[in-house]
C-alpha cells in the first residue's frame, strides 16, 4: 500500500500534464482548472495517507524498473521516502494546491486564460 501511494505522489501530476496537453482544446477552462487542482490535490492527500507509516529510522522505498541487474552492479529507478523528504512533500503540495486555487481565481475571465 505505502509503495503505490508512493509511486501516486509522483506518477498522478505527470499524467494530468498528459492529459490536460491532450485535451487542451475539449476542455472548458473550469474543467482544465478542476483537474489541475485534483492532480495537486491528489499527491497531498496520497502524503498525507503515508502519516505514521514511514519508519523513523528508514524509508519507504519502491523500484520503479531495473536497467542492470547483477551481482556487483544493481541499477535501478524508483522513489525513496524518508522523513525529511516526507516533511517537504507535505509543504510542496500542500502549498502547490493553495497556489493552484488561488491562480484559477486571479485568472478567472483573463483572455490568456
Known sequence: MEETLLQLIVL???ASVALLYLARKAL????AGLIANAAVLGPFVCAAMLFGKIPADGAITTTIARWLDGSVLDVSFGFKLDALSY???LVVTGIGFLIHVYSLGYM???PGF
Not at 472548458?28 to 474543467?31: K, Q, V
Open 12 to 14: 498522478t501530476p505527470f
Open 28 to 31: 472548458p477552462p473550469a474543467l
Open 87 to 89: 516533511t517537504w512533500t
Open 108 to 110: 478567472k475571465g483573463d
